[in-house]
């Protein structure tokens, strides 16, 4: 039975990105859309595939692993309201970019490389705090500590916001809200070499973190090692977000929402959650920032308010019917 919901999935990813192609500032019928892709030449062949197609590839890989680290995160510290934000990360890469910013570095790949520096840094410090007794990852503690180093960094962020001049100071608003206007074939590449490796230790931990949803004690039994399995899952998981971070900006709600929407078609089985969270959470976001250049063209809204925007009453009536 579940297995016919795959080429539901497959086919809502395929309308997402045909959609990402042809929606914006400028429309293209599908049928433009699949000649530009053949042929360079074709006329819209250049806004194709050096403008859209690019961006629709990095919304998908940036939705699509926020998508999965929320699902595996929310499976290592056992609470469903944890998203990969939770763990300081987008508040390390938020204060390494507008420091970035701040400092008027001209080069386009000084924010990216600050935000990436920034992420792994706290990546690293709240690793550190969440060790008990120096070696044994606690799942509590690992959520505390995110909330304290996040907390930390964006109060610092402030303080750096509050003495920048007027331009630095849009500039940075606009990379904290999120959006993937910097979408390149050079990022997308960066993307590749950077995140699939994470992306896939973490799509082949499904069975692994089925074994320690059992506890512990059982998942030991099974043949599983908890802590390795823990080390393995925030340090893979801490890794991609600051990937995504760093090549898209702060992007929120879709860690947390598309796997609660998920798990209430799939079930919990991370066999096969973790890949359909993917499908869902690169057609979610590439559907989003296609609505965000939608709305008020050519102004283009950060995608990270649009997806807020529908996020937050969706995750409500899930909630609402979970409680019912």
């Known amino acids: 039975m579940k297995t ?33 892709l053949i042929d ?17 590839l990095l919304g998908f890989l940036v939705g699509g692993s926020l998508a999965v680290s929320g699902a595996v995160l929310q499976a290592l510290v056992r609470n469903p309201l944890a998203d990969p934000y939770v763990l300081g990360i987008s508040g390390g890469a938020t204060l390494g970019a507008v420091i970035a910013i701040s400092a008027g570095i001209a080069s386009p790949w000084a924010v990216p490389f600050a935000a990436f520096a920034g992420a792994m840094g706290t990546l690293l410090l709240v690793y550190r705090l969440s060790l008990v007794a120096g070696r044994r990852l606690d799942s509590h503690v690992l959520l505390l500590a995110g909330v304290v180093v996040s907390a930390f960094a964006m109060a610092l962020v402030t303080a750096i916001l509050m003495l920048v001049d007027a ?24 993307f590749a070499v950077y995140g ?16 320690l949803a059992l506890g512990e004690e059982q998942a030991r ?6 802590e390795r399995v823990k080390r393995v899952a925030y340090l893979a998981t801490g890794f991609l977000t600051a990937v995504a971070v760093a090549t898209s900006g702060a992007i929120g709600f879709v860690g947390l929402l598309v796997p609660h929407a998920i798990r209430r078609i ?9 890949p359909s969270v993917f499908l869902a959470g690169g057609g979610f976001l590439v559907l ?6 939608c709305i008020a063209p050519p102004v283009e809204l950060p995608v990270g308010v649009v997806t807020a925007l529908i996020g937050v009453p969706l995750f409500a009536l899930l909630l609402k019917r979970r409680l019912a």
Not at 40 to 56: D, F, N, Q, T, W
Not at 266 to 274: K, N
């Open 266 to 274: 799939w079930g919990p089985l991370h066999t096969a959650l973790l």
């Open 196 to 211: 699939v490796v994470p992306l896939g230790v973490l799509l082949l931990s499904g069975r692994s973190l089925d074994l």
């Open 167 to 190: 331009s630095r100071l849009q500039n940075a608003f606009r990379w904290m809200l999120g959006g993937l206007w910097s979408a390149s074939w050079i990022t997308v590449r960066m």
């Open 288 to 293: 989003a920032d296609a609505l965000a250049r």
């Open 40 to 56: 360079r030449a074709a006329g819209a062949g250049p806004i194709i595939r050096e403008l859209r197609l690019p961006r629709v």
């Open 221 to 226: 039994h099974l043949g599983a090692d908890p």
């Open 4 to 36: 016919a919901r795959w080429p539901w999935l497959f086919a809502l990813a395929l309308v997402a990105l045909v959609a990402g192609l042809s929606l914006g500032a400028t429309r293209i019928a599908p049928g433009a859309v699949w000649a530009g």
